[in-house]
């Protein structure tokens, strides 16, 4: 057990998860633990001296009383303050003060981000759970009275003689086998995955030329890969597949030109649901094309669910799928001219 006696008051300042500033009356910083320098994206060094809102904005109400409890000596609480550190995201934060001496304050500024996160990724992935497993019930109930309207189909087609109305039948049977094929796609997998050792470049390095095939000549598809992101193990047709229906979905909302981006980065400490995984291979792919329809954006992985009058709605719930089945996530940023879709994979599962 760790000791905390041993420590000195910087170690466990720079332990916490919570960013943590010493700060002046005026706002002028002196000190900050490690989290604030991951928060600001500058070392303490660097930002000593600077006053806290050239490093971050933050509104002038709060401001105000930030300096009004360093100059009275009483505590402040400001709950869901909107913050952006100017070389970072806007994010949501509580923010506490205390005096800590004369004229300075220990300002805490709580991040709750992850706590939204985590709360938004367990109702995604209960929503895509329920999703599969309600489909699954409705590709049962389908599939026997399916199978017997195509025999009957068969069996009718034996007795005709008239070439015409045995097209009839042929119609019959060929629309029960599309419709057994979108069932299929609606059950997805009920194999097991073949888990193997394998890199994400492998996978994505086999779906660009297919994505390039599909593209109009107008698009143009480029690589951000991060050289360092190491092998993981996974079943590599459903990624292939995971990845070729986001990139296709990236593709049919770019149109006749634009650019498609495929990006690779390694994230740390990172949670997906409740499991807080110590290395997450990342597998973005970016369009500048028209974006998300509004009224379809908190249902985009729901099957069924689709902006295009020709489209199935099944490719994303799909691929939600089978990242689902590696223990990972995709999550979706969009507006228009910036879609990022987000492929999380844990890098420590085991074969």
């Keep these: 057990m760790v000791d905390l006696r041993e ?3 910087a ?7 919570t960013a943590v500033l010493e700060v002046s009356a005026d706002l002028v910083i002196v000190a900050m ?3 604030a320098e991951e928060l600001f994206s500058l070392s303490t060094g660097r930002a000593a001296g600077k006053r806290l809102v050239d490093l971050v904005d933050i509104p002038s109400t709060v401001s105000a009383r930030l300096h009004e409890s360093a100059v009275g000596g009483h505590p402040l609480i400001e709950r869901e303050v909107e913050i952006h550190p100017r070389h970072g995201e806007s994010q949501i934060a509580d923010v506490r003060a205390a005096p800590l001496t004369e004229n300075s304050l220990l300002l805490e500024i709580g991040s709750l981000e992850r706590q939204r996160r985590i709360a938004r990724e367990d109702a995604m992935l209960a929503q895509s759970e329920s999703s599969r497993l309600l489909l699954r019930g409705l590709a049962h ?3 026997n009275p399916l199978g017997g309207l195509r025999g009957a189909a068969q069996l009718l087609e034996r007795e005709l003689d008239n070439a015409e109305l045995r097209e009839y039948t042929r119609i019959i049977i060929g629309e029960a086998d599309r419709l057994q094929r979108l069932i299929d796609r609606l059950s997805g997998p009920t194999d097991q995955p073949n888990r193997v050792s394998l890199n994400l470049h492998e996978v994505t390095e086999y779906v660009l030329p297919l994505l390039d095939a599909e593209a109009p000549s107008g698009v143009v598809i480029r690589r951000d890969y991060d050289p360092s992101l190491p092998e993981m193990v996974g079943d590599r047709e459903w990624l292939v597949q995971a990845v070729l229906n986001v990139g296709l979905n990236a593709l049919q909302a770019i149109g006749d030109a634009g650019t498609l981006t495929v990006r690779t980065r ?3 400490n990172f949670t997906i649901g409740p499991v807080v995984h110590r290395l997450v291979g990342l597998i973005q792919i970016c369009d500048d094309g028209s974006g998300v329809p509004a009224d379809i954006a908190d249902t985009l992985f729901l099957p069924l669910i689709t902006g295009r009058a020709d489209g199935t709605g099944l490719g994303l719930p ?5 990242i689902g089945r590696h223990g990972g996530l ?6 228009p001219g910036d879609t990022v879709f987000s492929l999380y994979l844990p890098l420590d599962a085991h074969a």
């Design 318 to 322: 799909i691929a939600q799928s089978l």
């Design 11 to 17: 170690e466990v300042l720079d332990a916490l998860g």
């Design 266 to 268: 390694v994230v740390r």
């Design 330 to 335: 995709i999550e979706c940023r969009s507006e």
């Design 141 to 143: 109930e389908v599939k």
């Design 7 to 9: 420590w000195d008051a």
């Design 33 to 35: 633990n490690a989290a």
